[in-house]
């Protein structure tokens, strides 16, 4: 096909568009876009950028809810996007005659597909956890100053104390007020009884087992410590935030550094043990058992260092006795034997030893299981524990003699539920942690009694609140690892095309079609106002319209042909938008 071409010059090149102003537009928006995204994952992974607590909470409860919410979002901004892509870079469609280009919108789709899935992530929040410090004090066993007050006695020999004997105490403090007893053992023994059947509970695996002090629940075993903080006892809380702009919140956890009271104790069987009874009494009663008797025993423990006498009333059914005695008076290590009578008699003879020791402590507590949670650090000397401590032991072996036996011992045995006796439960081993746990529950009375007493001596409590937030904070490395690529291949391509499009002055067409006839005359045109047809070498222009213009079908889309010389010169589309005319000739 021979086309025969006219060309009106113009003097000038044609006016400037208005084509920079909108790109700078478009590339600015879409560059600020992606920025906007870089920033927000930076700013969140440096601190925390979070919701309203009631929000937030709202989300938790409504998951669903907020799946749809960030989907949306990340779409919404995905297609935002994508739509100045297409504006500002006039990407076509599917079209049949270009496979490549229709590929490359392909192309553009998997972006976006992308694109929504990373802006999503990206903004889909999650649990943050907030912490914030907090201090305080609490009474110091092993203050020096203490233990001159404890050790110091009135005229009458008595120890100075604001409340001595057993009582049932009302204490009052500018945090509140409470009411305990201030001898635990003999007024609640069923208590200091759940203290050791909960902490043997826990040693054979028990995950539910709790002990609780005043209005607090301990799990397992209280450790020694006064439940402090916003979870413990209110009257002796002195705990705060380090910052006074922190605030409380309906759900929280927090750990405390206290000081608790523990033991270190062995159990081991004895072929014999140093205990002796003799029955001086048999009585019949009507609240004994079975029989209705009931018996006044005398019960001898004669070792070295180790000596008493003492007489009770037990059940006929039998007993377990108890013999404590402390070897050195001036080392506070105890020796504790039991000796099984009668209906215990399938129970061996066991010699435990017990020292008691202050420890450190990490105590937590969470609003989710509303119990406190006393681990050991650290164990410290057995020099600064109360002299009065594992008379508890004693106390509760005694008071819990019942006209059925020893309420203390069956209890333990109560845990044994293996029936053929081959399981996991070992009486020793279950002893052991039962007085373990008493002393620790007497521990923990003691620090209650002491501090109501204003006993001198105080140690520094520091800690940690923690409440769960939504919001963003170092959870979307994915999100940006997604992003990134594709941001950068989105800002190269803004700032080239910004800067051809600012180079033209005119917009850039990229439609350009080999076999459309406007097309190719378009081309033709643009080519001879650039010199490409070398049309300034013709004398007449009648020559000029006997050049022939032909499709290829190679990389060169068209080739001009000299009809004089013969000579072929390629080209393709310009940047230079022409006026042009022309005639068609066949």
Request: net charge neutral.
């Given at each position: 096909?021979?086309?025969?071409?006219g060309?009106?010059?113009?003097a000038?090149?044609?006016?400037m568009?208005?084509?920079?102003?909108?790109?700078?537009?478009?590339?600015?928006?879409i560059?600020l876009?992606?920025?906007?995204?870089?920033?927000?994952?930076?700013?969140?992974?440096?601190?925390?950028?979070?919701?309203?607590?009631?929000?937030?909470?709202?989300?938790?409860a409504?998951?669903?809810?907020?799946?749809?919410?960030?989907?949306?979002?990340?779409?919404?901004?995905?297609?935002?996007?994508?739509?100045?892509?297409?504006?500002?870079?006039?990407?076509p469609?599917?079209?049949?005659?270009?496979?490549?280009?229709?590929?490359?919108?392909?192309?553009?789709?998997?972006?976006?597909?992308?694109?929504?899935?990373?802006f999503?992530?990206?903004?889909?929040?999650?649990?943050?956890?907030?912490?914030?410090?907090?201090?305080?004090?609490?009474?110091?066993?092993?203050?020096p100053?203490?233990?001159?007050?404890?050790?110091?006695?009135?005229?009458?020999?008595?120890p100075?104390?604001?409340?001595?004997?057993?009582?049932?105490?009302?204490?009052?403090?500018?945090?509140?007020?409470?009411?305990?007893?201030?001898?635990?053992?003999?007024?609640?023994p069923?208590?200091?009884?759940?203290?050791?059947?909960?902490?043997?509970?826990e040693s054979?695996?028990?995950?539910?087992?709790?002990?609780?002090?005043?209005?607090?629940?301990?799990?397992?075993s209280?450790?020694?410590?006064?439940?402090?903080?916003?979870?413990?006892?209110t009257?002796?809380?002195?705990i705060?935030?380090?910052?006074?702009?922190s605030?409380?919140?309906p759900?929280y956890?927090?750990s405390?550094?206290?000081?608790?009271?523990?033991?270190?104790?062995?159990?081991?069987?004895?072929?014999?043990?140093?205990?002796?009874?003799?029955?001086?009494?048999?009585?019949?009663?009507?609240?004994?058992?079975?029989?209705?008797?009931?018996?006044?025993?005398?019960f001898?423990?004669?070792?070295r260092f180790?000596?008493?006498?003492?007489?009770?009333?037990?059940?006929?059914?039998?007993?377990?006795?108890?013999?404590?005695?402390?070897?050195?008076?001036?080392?506070k290590?105890?020796?504790?034997?039991l000796?099984?009578?009668?209906?215990?008699?399938?129970?061996?003879n066991?010699?435990?030893?017990?020292e008691?020791?202050?420890?450190k402590?990490?105590?937590?507590?969470?609003?989710?299981?509303?119990l406190?949670?006393?681990?050991?650090?650290?164990?410290?000397?057995?020099?600064?524990?109360?002299?009065?401590?594992?008379?508890?032991?004693?106390s509760?072996?005694?008071?819990?003699?019942t006209?059925?036996?020893?309420?203390?011992?069956?209890?333990?045995l109560?845990?044994?539920?293996?029936?053929?006796g081959?399981?996991?439960?070992?009486?020793p081993?279950?002893?052991?942690?039962?007085?373990?746990?008493?002393i620790?529950y007497?521990?923990?009375?003691?620090?209650?009694?002491?501090?109501?007493?204003?006993a001198?001596?105080r140690?520094?409590?520091?800690g940690?609140?923690?409440?769960?937030?939504?919001?963003?904070h170092?959870?979307?490395?994915?999100?940006?690892?997604?992003?990134?690529?594709?941001?950068l291949?989105?800002?190269?391509?803004?700032?080239?095309?910004t800067?051809?499009?600012?180079?033209?002055?005119?917009?850039?067409?990229?439609?350009?079609?080999?076999?459309?006839s406007?097309?190719?005359?378009t081309?033709?045109a643009s080519?001879?106002?650039?010199?490409?047809l070398?049309?300034?070498?013709?004398?007449r222009?009648?020559?000029?319209?006997?050049?022939?213009?032909?499709?290829?079908?190679?990389?060169?889309?068209?080739?001009?042909?000299?009809?004089?010389?013969?000579d072929?010169?390629?080209?393709?589309?310009?940047d230079?938008?022409?006026?042009?005319?022309?005639?068609?000739?066949r």
């Amino acid at each position: 096909m021979v086309v025969g071409v006219g060309f009106a010059q113009s003097a000038s090149r044609k006016q400037m568009t208005n084509a920079p102003l909108w790109y700078l537009v478009y590339n600015f928006h879409i560059i600020l876009l992606c920025l906007l995204a870089i920033v927000f994952w930076v700013l969140g992974s440096r601190a925390p950028l979070l919701y309203s607590y009631d929000f937030g909470q709202w989300l938790l409860a409504s998951p669903k809810i907020g799946t749809i919410i960030w989907t949306a979002c990340g779409t919404i901004i995905a297609a935002v996007l994508l739509f100045l892509l297409k504006l500002a870079y006039k990407q076509p469609l599917f079209e049949r005659n270009r496979p490549w280009l229709s590929g490359f919108t392909t192309i553009n789709w998997l972006v976006a597909l992308l694109l929504t899935t990373a802006f999503t992530t990206l903004l889909t929040p999650t649990k943050v956890a907030i912490t914030e410090p907090l201090v305080g004090n609490e009474l110091d066993f092993t203050a020096p100053v203490f233990w001159k007050w404890y050790n110091t006695r009135e005229s009458n020999g008595k120890p100075r104390r604001k409340v001595y004997g057993c009582m049932r105490y009302t204490y009052t403090s500018p945090t509140g007020a409470i009411t305990f007893p201030t001898c635990p053992i003999p007024d609640d023994p069923v208590a200091a009884i759940s203290a050791g059947v909960a902490a043997a509970q826990e040693s054979l695996g028990a995950q539910d087992t709790s002990v609780r002090i005043v209005d607090s629940l301990f799990k397992g075993s209280t450790g020694g410590v006064l439940p402090m903080g916003p979870g413990g006892v209110t009257a002796f809380n002195n705990i705060r935030f380090r910052s006074w702009g922190s605030v409380h919140y309906p759900q929280y956890n927090y750990s405390l550094s206290q000081q608790g009271l523990s033991a270190r104790i062995s159990c081991k069987e004895t072929p014999e043990t140093p205990i002796s009874t003799k029955v001086l009494q048999t009585v019949n009663v009507t609240n004994g058992p079975v029989d209705g008797q009931m018996q006044v025993v005398e019960f001898s423990t004669e070792k070295r260092f180790c000596g008493s006498k003492a007489t009770w009333v037990v059940s006929a059914l039998g007993i377990v006795a108890p013999s404590l005695c402390q070897p050195d008076p001036k080392v506070k290590k105890y020796n504790l034997h039991l000796a099984p009578y009668r209906k215990y008699k399938q129970l061996p003879n066991l010699d435990c030893s017990i020292e008691p020791i202050i420890t450190k402590n990490l105590v937590t507590y969470s609003t989710t299981t509303g119990l406190f949670n006393s681990r050991v650090l650290e164990s410290l000397d057995s020099l600064f524990v109360p002299n009065e401590t594992v008379d508890a032991v004693s106390s509760l072996f005694k008071i819990s003699l019942t006209s059925w036996g020893s309420g203390f011992i069956d209890s333990i045995l109560s845990l044994n539920t293996s029936g053929d006796g081959h399981g996991t439960f070992s009486y020793p081993a279950a002893l052991e942690a039962a007085l373990k746990g008493i002393i620790e529950y007497e521990g923990t009375q003691l620090r209650m009694y002491y501090a109501a007493n204003e006993a001198p001596g105080r140690s520094d409590v520091n800690g940690t609140y923690q409440v769960s937030r939504i919001g963003y904070h170092q959870t979307q490395p994915t999100a940006l690892l997604i992003l990134l690529p594709l941001i950068l291949y989105v800002l190269v391509v803004s700032w080239w095309f910004t800067w051809v499009g600012l180079r033209t002055g005119s917009e850039i067409n990229d439609a350009f079609d080999p076999t459309n006839s406007t097309a190719l005359i378009t081309a033709a045109a643009s080519g001879a106002a650039g010199g490409r047809l070398r049309l300034q070498t013709f004398e007449r222009l009648d020559v000029a319209q006997e050049s022939k213009i032909k499709y290829t079908g190679k990389a060169e889309l068209v080739m001009v042909e000299d009809s004089e010389t013969g000579d072929a010169t390629p080209f393709g589309p310009f940047d230079v938008e022409t006026s042009y005319k022309a005639d068609y000739c066949r």
